[in-house]
């Protein structure tokens, strides 16, 4: 048996460690149990998490890395952003029943892990193209909650002026926001193919929902990306229902990470952030270095297609109460953060109830805004604008105006001297010609200059001899018979007649 002794000093050092663990998290109970524990830390101050059943891998030889690293800087500014997205849209929704906001409006609750996670990767050089259910990109890419929510009440504050609404808001190097189904996948190709040409390192992400993967154009864009080599990563956001259609019910295939066929595939669990970060960082390095990638954030979205959907027509409200409780991309964020003791739940009480009180603040106060002026209605007609007056217009006297100068003020005129004269168009190919036709020129009279002084060099010899190769020779030294001798020339045929021009009448 053990003795007194050792009993006692057993006992000691156990209570010396959970001392140590209840100083090393501020005296905060971390587990439900009440029980101290600290998790498993690197040298720069992250935690380590496993990721389970979040990932599948098409035409890849290995995917992104299971475990993760997450610091409490960047848990925070993640669950942040995450509910700023999620009460933006629920303001939103609360705007457009009270018929402030009006015509379209896409909510992304539900599918807020997807933005956060990728932009927390993204770079300021890379570049994100999406659909009509923008608004939180169009937050996370720069614009601010006033800008977002002033343009979807159509007021000139918003980021469009409040002339572009839900589905047109835009930013740096954020291209919108587009209403046309799937449009915007192909634009992204483009995109990814300015950043190749420009050489930037920046990449295209290219995001569109599962209704719209069954797109030619998308099918199309694939093909260009994979031919070119672009950087470029479509991302598929299948929220399982494509408007009113369940996934199953619209394709044939539903791995859509497969549908790019030549094109390696991800399968992402996109309710989980921490598993989006990580493949998009796997994405960004894959497109950078090997050209596209096909990713499928398998997600779900709590609300209709539109305001104008009350999403319960197709689905029971049982099946979204059931992924509220299971998969809530924020309460399962909420819960790994608990987990690790990178936070506590006082201070994401704080984080949820700043957050709200700042929007209830902003919404108010756009409320007192108001729409832009009559004169804006023909405002950016003309890139140049020529002219004063906009003509064909009946009725009316409109004026152009420029809405850069409105907003910004007038343009400094760029000097003469920092104005670089670039040919384009058929001037761009006439200058090639002339710069080609010069540089011929030039080396055919290098090569004449070296010639004639090999052949001086050649006579000045100290032999006196004059050099044996025939080039050297002058041309009066050629005997006087030898043209004579050469035998006469063929009379050339006769040129044969030019074809006929499309539209001409045949002679008879």
Sequence with gaps: ???????????????????????????????????????????????????????????????????????????????????????????????????????????????????????????????????????????????????????LVGVKTGCSRGKGGSMHTYGDNFYGGNGIVGAQVPLGAGIALAHRYKGDGGVCVALYGDGASNQGQVFEAYNMAKLWGLPCIFV????????????????????????????????????????????????????RNCGPIVLEMNTYRYEGHSMSDPGTAYRSRNEVKTIRSKRDPIESFRKQILQLCLADEEELKKIDAKVRKDLQAISKKILADREVG????????????????????????????????????KSRRTPA?????????????????????????????????????????GKDGKDGKPPSDD????????PKDAKAAEPPKAA??????????????PKS
């Design 492 to 505: 050339a045929p006769p040129k044969a007649p030019a074809p006929p021009k499309s539209g001409d009448k």
């Design 236 to 287: 598929c956001e299948n929220n399982q229902y494509g408007m009113g259609t369940s996934i199953d019910r619209h394709a044939a295939l539903t791995d859509f990470y497969m549908r790019g066929q030549y094109i390696p595939g991800l399968w992402v669990d996109g309710n989980q952030v921490l598993a989006v970060r990580s493949a998009t960082q796997f994405a960004v390095d894959h497109a």
């Design 471 to 478: 080039k050297g020779e002058d041309k009066d030294a050629e």
């Design 374 to 409: 009559l004169d804006e209605l023909a405002a950016d007609i003309y890139s140049k604008n020529l002219e004063p007056s906009i003509r064909g217009v009946s009725g009316f006297n409109l004026k152009h105006k420029n809405v850069a100068d409105v907003c910004f003020g």
């Design 417 to 457: 001297s920092e104005i670089k004269d670039v040919p384009i168009g058929d001037a761009a190919f006439a200058a090639a010609q002339k710069k080609a036709s010069e540089e011929s020129k030039a080396r055919k009279a290098a090569a004449a200059a070296a010639k004639g002084k090999d052949g001086k060099d």
């Design 1 to 151: 048996m053990m003795s007194t002794a050792k009993r006692v000093c057993k006992s000691r050092r156990y209570l010396l460690q959970i001392q140590l663990l209840y100083n090393l998290t501020g005296g905060k109970r971390c587990s439900p149990l009440g029980i101290w524990w600290r998790p498993r830390r690197f040298s720069s101050g992250c935690s380590t998490l496993t990721l389970k059943n979040t990932f599948k891998c098409y035409e890849l030889e290995k995917g992104p890395p299971m475990d993760v690293e997450l610091s409490r800087e960047d848990a925070l500014k993640m669950y942040t952003q995450m509910v700023e997205v999620r009460r933006i849209e629920v303001v939103c929704n609360n705007m457009y029943k009270a018929k402030h906001i009006r015509g379209f409006c896409h909510l992304y609750n539900g599918q807020e892990a997807v933005a956060v996670g990728m932009c927390a990767v993204l770079q300021k050089k890379d570049s994100v193209i999406t659909a009509y259910r923008a608004h939180a990109w169009t937050y996370l890419m720069g614009v601010s909650a006033y800008g977002l929510i002033a343009e």
